[in-house]
């Protein structure tokens, strides 16, 4: 008989077993979802996620072997981030002191040890939906999809960008539930006093925050990157000539990097001492490490080195990313490596790094550009060549 547990409802067990299948690379067995939901999602009663189990199948999930389940095909319809059991992942490339990975980056994390990460530096997919099969298809054949495709200005093609403001209701609790299983899987292999620099923008900042913060993180506070991008500034639709004084939204100037941090052992001098982390490297002894950082957007120098969606320039990778080691040593992790600037960025300063991408396009792609991005020489005023 079970041990007496407390009563859920139907729908939280529903979608914390579904997230979590969702977010896997193969097939789980029952003890697995069991372990995965209560790491990620909290307490809950087993017997009710067994009885969910069985009770959909084969309409929700597929029996696999050895009482192994996976998600069926209708039940991956609409979720925001199909699952790659079938995936066939690459071997790791070393890159210097890089390691680029081509894996599901919830697996790995999972697989690494405790305290063994000094400090994350990610951009990540923002939406999560925009970073499917699907929409990426979309994206690279040029058809836009959830993907915004700016016209060409002055005969120059415009970068694309993601419509944060289509997500729905679903897709953005989907996005907090992401960041909160991201999270609580990752805190335990960060060493103490390790930060966690996470790429956001104004829009969704709050629910990846909230999302960190439960996870057990410390907020630490923002950086902001200056930069003017494409979004917002926009008249209302089809009343361009009826409103001609009038903007929808702002348009953005800045895009905001929340600082999460795992909390310390002891004080910071302590903390310091035995793990090399808690703080932010100086630029110089005589000035703090400041958290607005001018960046002007990714120069198409750099575009046509790694001809990424969402790159973001060396010029404010590489100071972020020898902030982060506050005594210029320690392994930094990018979990969504993209095109790998930020082991890119890592690469020119000599750091340490690891980068996780599941990807196969993004994966080759990387493993080409880390080592241009790494060379790529910036002047005083952020110039490259």
Same mark, same amino acid.
């Given at each position: ?6 009563? =859920? ?17 193969? *097939?789980? #067995? ?17 017997? #009710? ?8 199948? +084969?309409?929700? !999930? ?5 009482? =192994? ?12 981030? +199909?699952?790659?059991?079938?995936? %066939?992942?690459?071997?790791?490339? =070393? ?7 081509? $894996? ?46 700016? +016209? ?30 991201? $999270? ?15 790429? #956001? ?19 630490? @506070? ?40 795992? *909390? ?18 100086? *630029? ?18 750099? /575009? ?11 010029? !404010?990778? /590489? ?6 080691? +506050?005594? @210029? ?16 960025? $890592?690469?020119?300063? @000599? ?22 991005? $790494? ?7 952020? %110039?490259?060549?």
């Amino acid at each position: 008989m079970d041990e007496p547990q407390t009563r =859920c409802a139907p729908g939280r067990v529903r979608d914390a077993i579904l997230q979590v299948m969702s977010w896997a690379s193969r *097939p789980l #067995s029952v003890k697995e979802i069991q372990e995965r939901v209560r790491q990620t999602m909290g307490e809950m009663p087993t017997s #009710s996620i067994r009885s969910y189990l069985r009770l959909n199948t +084969p309409a929700l !999930f597929v029996r696999e072997t050895r009482g =192994c389940y996976t998600l069926a095909e209708r039940a991956t319809e609409g979720m925001q981030r +199909p699952s790659p059991a079938a995936q %066939q992942w690459r071997e790791p490339v =070393c890159i210097g002191k890089a390691t680029l990975y081509h $894996a599901d980056c919830f697996d790995w994390i999972r697989r690494q040890e405790d305290n063994t990460i000094h400090a994350v530096v990610t951009d990540p997919p923002y939406g999560l939906h925009e970073y499917t099969p699907q929409q990426q298809a979309k994206l690279r054949s040029g058809k836009g999809g959830v993907w915004r495709i700016p +016209p060409s200005f002055d005969g120059h093609r415009r970068s694309p960008l993601p419509r944060f403001t289509t997500l729905t209701q679903e897709q953005l609790a989907a996005l907090r539930t992401f960041f909160g299983i991201w $999270a609580r899987l990752l805190l335990p292999k960060l060493v103490p006093g390790a930060h966690v620099v996470v790429a #956001s923008n104004p829009l969704l900042s709050y629910l990846v925050s909230g999302a960190m913060a439960d996870a057990g993180l410390e907020r630490r @506070g923002e950086v902001i990157r200056l930069t003017m991008t494409l979004r917002g500034g926009d008249r209302p639709k089809s009343a361009h000539d009826e409103f001609p004084e009038v903007s929808v939204m702002p348009r953005s100037m800045w895009e905001p990097w929340l600082i999460y941090r795992k *909390p310390l052992e002891g004080r910071v001098q302590d903390n310091l001492r035995k793990w090399g982390t808690g703080g932010f490297r100086r *630029p110089s002894r005589g000035r703090p490490f400041g958290d607005v950082i001018p960046s002007g957007p990714t120069r198409k120098k750099e /575009r046509d080195l790694a001809p990424h969606p969402s790159l973001k320039p060396q010029a !404010f990778l /590489r100071p972020l990313v020898r902030a982060v080691l +506050p005594l @210029g040593r320690g392994l930094i992790l990018d979990p969504f490596a993209g095109a790998g600037s930020t082991l890119a960025a $890592a690469e020119a300063g @000599g750091y340490e790094s690891i980068g996780v991408e599941v990807d196969e396009h993004y994966f080759d792609l990387a493993r080409e550009a880390i080592p241009k991005l $790494a060379h790529y020489h910036l002047d005083r005023d952020g %110039q490259g060549r």
